[in-house]
């Protein structure tokens, strides 16, 4: 078995390329830091550094080692904090990547629930496009994902957040306000406000008006918007008609900016996901984090999006 110690004093020469400064770096003698690299390349049997008058080089196996050794530092590192810490509070920055307008609404909530219970715990929500979820999770530049499919492939694992409920939404003064439903034909004579190809709420859509062979394409598009809230302000002043989720007209439909009307044969919903890098160092605060998600205190919450 390789020392991490070891490999923590190659780092040292190989960011350095100076025995005697790493030396320095970590508090040991030059003969002990030359016999530490010494044993660790019998352990390899390969040679890590070119010794010259003129300096130190890495080899091209020290050079293939450099990565490697990185990263099982950082993970023996990152193993230690977590055993130091279980008897401690949950600490730590928690970053959430979101790229559904639902999960805006429902993840403060949540977030600012889980900071009563560990304040020790600093949390960022950020806004993802979907398509860039699965990267920022694989790349670690987020410790979760909130996303309107399913991103458990590989290395990613993801649960059910909560279900989406999306409505069809018109201007009070539209003639649809006063029916209790329309069908899926009446859309194509209508400008509509579309969101962007790639949105959860678009694909919902498209699968379910395909039922009754229609496509998007044959829609009176007026403008493909990428904001939810652009898209139910736009429809309050009535420049058209709009499928959005239903948390995001909320406000409007409440303020009596536009009416929802019921679409019939179409079951508007989608599953919203949460995922996390199922392989990786331990972060006590996502998985803090990750069981909280579920917990019964939290159920109220996920019955919004059906208010």
Not at 50 to 57: A, F, I, K, T
Not at 118 to 126: A, E, K
Not at 250 to 274: E, H, S
Request: glycine share 6%; hydrophobic share 40%.
């Amino acid at each position: 078995m390789i020392s991490t110690d070891r490999l923590n004093v190659f780092l040292h020469v190989a960011e350095t390329l100076s025995f005697s400064i790493a030396a320095q770096q970590l508090h040991l003698s030059q003969p002990t830091v030359s016999k530490h690299i010494s044993e660790l390349e019998k352990e390899l049997n390969a040679g890590l550094f070119e010794r010259s008058s003129s300096g130190v080089q890495l080899t091209e196996a020290g050079q293939t080692l450099l990565p490697w050794a990185r990263q099982l530092v950082r993970d023996s590192l990152a193993m230690q904090n977590m055993m130091g810490a279980i008897n401690q509070d949950v600490s730590g920055h928690l970053t959430i990547a979101c790229s559904t307008t639902a999960g805006k609404y429902i993840l403060p909530q949540l977030a600012a629930r889980f900071r009563k219970r560990n304040p020790g715990v600093r949390i960022s929500i950020s806004p993802c496009t979907q398509e860039n979820i699965s990267l920022k999770l694989l790349g670690q530049e987020a410790d979760l994902g909130v996303a309107s499919v399913e991103i458990g492939q590989g290395p990613l694992e993801c649960q059910y957040f909560f279900t989406d409920h999306i409505i069809l939404i018109v201007p009070v003064s539209h003639p649809w306000a006063k029916r209790s439903s329309v069908e899926p034909e009446e859309l194509l004579n209508e400008p509509i406000l579309m969101r962007e190809p790639t949105s959860g709420t678009r694909r919902v859509l498209q699968a379910e008006l395909a039922k009754h062979d229609i496509g998007v394409e044959d829609l009176n598009i007026l403008l493909e918007v990428g904001n939810a809230e652009a898209i139910v302000l736009s429809v309050s002043a009535g420049l058209g008609i709009a499928f959005v989720s239903k948390m995001a007209s909320a406000y409007a439909r409440a303020w009596g900016c536009v009416v929802d009307v019921p679409v019939n044969g179409l079951d508007l919903q989608r599953k919203i996901c949460i995922g996390r890098k199922s392989m990786g160092p331990p972060n006590r605060a996502t998985e803090a984090f990750w069981g909280f998600i579920r917990a019964p205190e939290n159920e109220d919450l996920y019955k919004l999006p059906e208010m």
